[in-house]
């Protein structure tokens, strides 16, 4: 009965640490997958995470489900860490909140919901994005078409061509943006940059559909990266936002997230979460509850809160400084003149290196460095002792 069935293709991002794994020389490095390691290059359990289940286990919390749209206090934090506590779509009750299974669930959600509602509406995604985007779209069938972002002559934003290509899409599509540190190119636009993409979107009744996966870790302050959300909520716009808490509290094998809709009314949120509840129900019923309950214990408690915040900090800090020293060991080493200077100017997680599909696997299969074959590394997976050695390869993959 199953002979019909062909194998799937693995996935570009998460099939490289398949291939790490397998690999035995000593100086190999994986780069592929954005998660955070440490210095030593081992995962990291934040502080904070192992005090929330610590209240947990004090307060004898129960494993009762849930209800279809997730805990109370998560949803209210994830809200006010988002917006701001006193940011006045909140007071009026104007945001549908809905505790998704992480960034990725929130976001097909979120796709279920725009296919129910807006069937002939299509989503516009930048060029190139987070590979997952065509996937979740795909098999929401919501229809999608790319507009540019990245300039390679530059290794900088195409803003000109994103501006453009927003403009020439039909009235009324979604824009899917990246709030903060866009994967894979790590390029944001500036601020002045946001109040002219959100002119051109309120221009065209476009919806904007914002994709949160690293508030608090691009420059280590959760307002700065919310700042693009909110100047588009303060604007009066409606919006989605999909949440994730895999970076920013190291949560990723926990999945979870949230799907928020800013509405223009507190009547039309009702109406949406309770569409979203609907959508949920018949895909997973609940979500789990133990992600829910550590950022809400961390963000319920003011001693937690402001230790999560210099733990973020300090995670965002050692990757600023990997980013800087790759940076001054490529500068030195190269004698070719080129200008490295792109590294320094990309933020978050990753740096796009514009390394090409055969220079990516020269870095694989002669230097051991295992990424993705666009040519993105995370830095969050290199330590300081190692930058030295990834300038060598990158230097030696560049020029032959
Ligand atoms: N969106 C973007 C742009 C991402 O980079 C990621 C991965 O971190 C996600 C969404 C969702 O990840 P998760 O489902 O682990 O929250
Ligand atoms: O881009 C990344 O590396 C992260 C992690 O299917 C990730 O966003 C990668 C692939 C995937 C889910 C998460």
């Not at 919390?61 to 006193?86: H, S, V």
């Not at 990266?225 to 100047?231: F, G, H, K, P, T």
């Amino acid at each position: 009965r199953f002979e019909g069935v062909t194998m799937a293709p693995p996935d570009p991002i998460l099939g490289v640490s398949e291939a790490f794994k397998a690999d035995t020389n000593s100086m190999k490095l994986n780069l592929g997958v954005g998660a955070y390691r440490t210095e030593e290059l081992q995962p990291y359990v934040l502080n904070v995470v192992k005090k929330a289940e610590n209240l947990m286990l004090e307060r004898g919390d129960n494993k009762e489900y849930l209800p279809i749209e997730g805990l109370a206090a998560f949803n209210r934090a994830t809200a006010e860490l988002l917006l701001g506590a006193d940011n006045p779509v909140i007071k009026q009750e104007r945001v549908a909140t809905v505790q998704g299974l992480s960034g990725t669930g929130s976001l097909r959600l979120a796709a279920a919901f725009i296919q129910r509602y807006f069937p002939d509406a299509k989503v516009l995604i930048s060029s190139p994005t987070w590979g997952n985007h065509k996937n979740i779209f795909n098999d929401a069938r919501v229809p999608w078409s790319e507009y540019r972002y990245y300039d390679p002559k530059t290794v900088g934003l195409d803003f000109d061509g994103m501006i453009s290509d927003i403009k020439a899409a039909p009235n009324g599509s979604f824009v899917l943006l990246h709030g903060c540190a866009h994967n894979p190119t790590g390029i944001d636009p500036t601020s002045e940059q946001w109040e002219i993409i959100a002119d051109v979107i309120q221009e065209k009744n476009h919806i904007p559909f914002f994709d949160v996966a690293y508030q608090g870790f691009a420059s280590g302050s959760l307002d700065e990266d919310a700042s693009s959300v909110r100047l588009f909520v303060s604007r009066g716009m409606e919006l989605f936002v999909a949440q994730s808490y895999s970076k920013n509290l190291g949560l990723y094998a926990e999945r979870i997230g949230a799907v928020n809709v800013i509405c223009s009314s507190s009547d039309a949120a009702a109406r949406v979460k309770s569409q979203l509840k609907r959508l949920a129900r018949p895909m997973y019923s609940n979500p789990p509850v133990h992600g829910a309950r550590i950022v809400a214990n961390v963000v319920g408690d003011p001693a937690l809160f402001s230790e999560w915040k210099s733990e973020m900090e300090f995670m965002a800090g050692r990757i600023k400084s990997v980013r800087k020293r790759l940076f001054e060991n490529l500068s030195q080493k190269d004698k070719s003149g080129k200008d490295w200077s792109f590294i320094l100017k990309q933020i978050g997680m990753f740096s796009f290196t514009g390394l090409n599909k055969a220079q990516s696997d020269n870095m694989t299969n002669k230097w051991h460095v295992y990424m993705t074959k666009d040519g993105r590394i995370s830095l969050a997976g290199l330590s300081l002792s190692k930058c030295e050695y990834l300038a060598d390869a990158i230097i030696d993959s560049y020029h032959n």
